[in-house]
């Protein structure tokens, strides 16, 4: 089964058919993992922009920004504002 999209572009393309011959235990998985890299990307340039103070990355709620969004991933409730 090739999936193809119009608005695709041939290399996600390529990769929409990849993952239309994996196991679903195996889709799960590599999700998880694409999951975990965004979540370290986001957190990554949170610091960044809090170490050279861009606004509005300065100050955090619980914390520092990073940490905040660290707690989010971890159910923290969101400040009422």
């Known amino acids: 089964m090739k999936a193809v ?13 990849l993952i239309s011959r994996m196991a679903l235990a195996d889709r799960r998985i590599l999700a998880r993992m694409l999951e975990e890299q965004v979540f370290i990307g986001v957190f990554e340039t949170i610091k ?10 300065i100050g955090g709620h619980e914390g520092s920004p990073h ?7 971890d159910d923290w409730e969101w400040p009422k504002s």
């Open 48 to 57: 960044v922009l809090e170490e050279f103070e861009i606004q509005p990355i």
């Open 5 to 17: 999209f119009a608005e695709m572009t041939a290399g996600e393309n390529e990769i929409a058919d």
């Open 67 to 73: 940490e905040d969004f660290v707690g989010r991933r």
